[in-house]
């Protein structure tokens, strides 16, 4: 009888289904019909110019249309082997190293005093997107009105005060410091704005509890403000390095890379090579090679100042 019972129960139990491989298989489909537009986009905004950059490197064409030779390798040879490359490079590194610490300054000074209540944080909270949506040309030509040797506030008043300084972009030793001031100014609004929203995130709990504890503003702040907040800051160093790294504009209508290269940052040694002189595969040689090199920093960047599960 008990063998009979368990025979029915077997009989009655219900089939595996073998519907479930070919449902996933469907839910599989859909997924790669729906995300393969995004990747034929990609493809053809960036993948499409990146090989014809590589493509335009390995000849020798002066200007875009005209006729070229393949010529191989020896282009981007002759850019690696340029020290006025190399040079552009180092500048692109002291430009990084002084917008990162500049912006970063100024942005959590900014973000610290937002957070506070009375008549500044108003104010702050009124301008402090003033300097972001001005135009970048409308920032180079102000700063250089400020600044002019002969009628500029900024001068006048240096003059006023005993410091003749000069023009400061004007001088080879001021040109790319003075540029780095002002394209900090420029953005790091932006960068306040998100770390002011950042801050918003750490639980006022977590800050209560640690006073109580007794911990100080300082010791709050580095151990429990800081680890919070730590991907938010991860994500905007990232963004902010490749976009300082990225820009010409800024400078070009400034100084134009002068006086004597002393702002020639990277981007800026390219666009002389394509469009000052007319070496267009040389210019995609060294675009190849400034993608490389920004590959590594995000690589290094990864690894360094990723946040960590355990911090």
Same mark, same amino acid.
């Given at each position: 009888? $008990? ?10 139990? #219900?089939?595996?289904?073998? %519907? ?28 499409? #110019? ?5 493509? &335009? ?15 191989? /390798? ?37 973000? &610290? ?7 500044? %944080? ?34 006048? /008043? ?10 400061? /972009? $004007? ?17 790091? #609004? ?50 902010? %390095? ?54 590594? &920093?995000?690589?290094?960047? /990864? ?9």
């Amino acid at each position: 009888m $008990a063998d009979e019972n368990v025979a029915s129960l077997a009989a009655e139990a #219900p089939a595996p289904s073998r %519907s479930r491989p070919a449902a996933a298989a469907r839910s599989n489909l859909l997924g790669y019909v729906l995300v393969a537009p995004l990747v034929l986009i990609m493809l053809g905004v960036i993948g499409f #110019p990146l090989v014809n950059t590589i493509a &335009l490197g390995l000849q020798d064409q002066r200007v875009i249309g005209t006729p070229s030779e393949f010529v191989g /390798f020896e282009t981007f040879v002759a850019v690696l082997s340029d020290g006025a490359f190399w040079r552009s490079v180092a500048r692109s590194g002291l430009w990084l190293v002084g917008n990162l610490a500049l912006q970063t300054g100024l942005a959590f000074a900014t973000a &610290l005093l937002l957070m506070r209540s009375g008549l500044w %944080s108003r104010t702050a909270r009124t301008w402090i997107l003033l300097p972001w949506v001005i135009p970048t040309v409308a920032v180079a030509v102000i700063w250089q009105w400020m600044t002019n040797t002969n009628y500029g506030i900024i001068t006048k /008043f240096l003059a006023a005060v005993g410091i003749d300084m000069g023009g400061p /972009f $004007a001088s080879a030793g001021t040109a790319l410091a003075a540029l780095t001031f002002v394209n900090s100014w420029h953005w790091f #609004p932006l960068a306040a704005v998100v770390i002011h929203g950042a801050l918003h995130t750490v639980p006022t709990e977590i800050l209560e509890a640690a006073r109580i504890d007794g911990a100080n503003a300082w010791q709050t702040f580095w151990h429990v403000t800081m680890p919070i907040i730590q991907p938010i800051l991860f994500a905007l160093g990232l963004v902010g %390095s490749l976009w300082a790294l990225n820009i010409v504009d800024s400078i070009y209508l400034v100084t134009e890379g002068g006086p004597a290269d002393a702002s020639t940052t990277a981007p800026v040694f390219t666009y002389h090579k394509a469009f000052s002189a007319f070496r267009a595969s040389e210019a995609a040689a060294a675009s190849i090679a400034t993608i490389a090199l920004l590959a590594l &920093l995000v690589y290094v960047y /990864f690894k360094l100042a990723r946040p960590r599960d355990d911090a």
